[in-house]
């Protein structure tokens, strides 16, 4: 059984530029949430998506947007990059119909923007 | 804040010993869930203890929960080299499904 799954597992990128990252939930799942994770700090949730729509939100700017597919995968975009983006960016699976059950992570994606 | 904080901020035993790590938050919580994030990678779950129970086991972690003191701790017994992470709970409240997480505890256990 293939856990969460993140591509790619690195990336640099330049300011102003855009990034698109990708993740394939944990087999069952439906559900896929995204953090941002700066060196030091705890996870940040930026946004949760279900049924192909946002469901929940963050504290993150519009440059911020994100997609799920119908096979529940799911992509991270980030639009103009700032120096401030750089960081390891998380995705989480979950099954919405077991409320509030065990979310698993996948390994991140870590993003540096020079 | 509504995060849970984890305190001590970093700790470092000997392998064989026992590590506990508290988790405080301020609000009413749904459940607590603790995972474990080796150098900058992805978050492994340990255990999810739900708001109407006490304690939990999981191998060699004993997770407790009062609501009261609204606080949890993460016990590691016997602990190994490998057990060398960081840790982090976090808590899910009311109606939202997202995890809130504190800055984790940097557990380091030497051979």
């Known amino acids: 059984d293939a856990g969460v799954t993140q591509s790619p597992t690195h990336l640099i990128k330049t300011r102003g530029q855009q990034v698109t990252l990708r993740c394939s939930p944990k087999?069952?799942?439906?559900?896929v949430s995204w953090y941002q994770q700066a060196l030091g700090q705890g996870p940040q949730f930026i946004f949760q998506?279900?049924?192909?729509?946002?469901?929940q939100r963050g504290n993150f700017p519009d440059r911020f947007s994100g997609h799920q597919f119908p096979n529940y995968s799911s992509e991270l975009n980030v639009n103009a990059l700032l120096l401030g983006d750089s960081a390891l960016y998380l995705c989480a699976s979950s099954f919405v119909s077991r409320q509030n059950a065990e979310a698993f992570f996948g390994q991140g994606t870590r993003l540096t923007v020079v | 804040s509504q995060q849970g904080e984890e305190d001590p901020q970093a700790l470092s035993i000997q392998e064989g010993e026992n590590a506990t790590m508290n988790c405080s938050y301020k609000?009413?919580?749904?459940?607590l869930q603790w995972y474990r994030q080796n150098s900058g990678r992805g978050l492994v779950h340990l255990i999810l203890?739900?708001?109407?129970?006490r304690e939990k086991h999981s191998g060699r972690l004993r997770v407790t929960l009062d609501t009261s003191k609204k606080s949890s701790s993460l016990l590691i017994t016997a602990s190994r080299a490998a057990d060398t992470a960081s840790y982090f709970c976090?808590?899910?409240?009311?109606?939202?499904?997202?995890?809130?997480f504190g800055k984790g505890t940097k557990l380091t256990v030497n051979p």
């Open positions: 609000t009413s919580i749904n459940n």
């Open positions: 087999s069952g799942h439906d559900t």
């Open positions: 203890i739900r708001s109407n129970e």
């Open positions: 976090t808590i899910t409240q009311g109606g939202s499904e997202k995890l809130v």
């Open positions: 998506y279900y049924e192909e729509e946002e469901r």
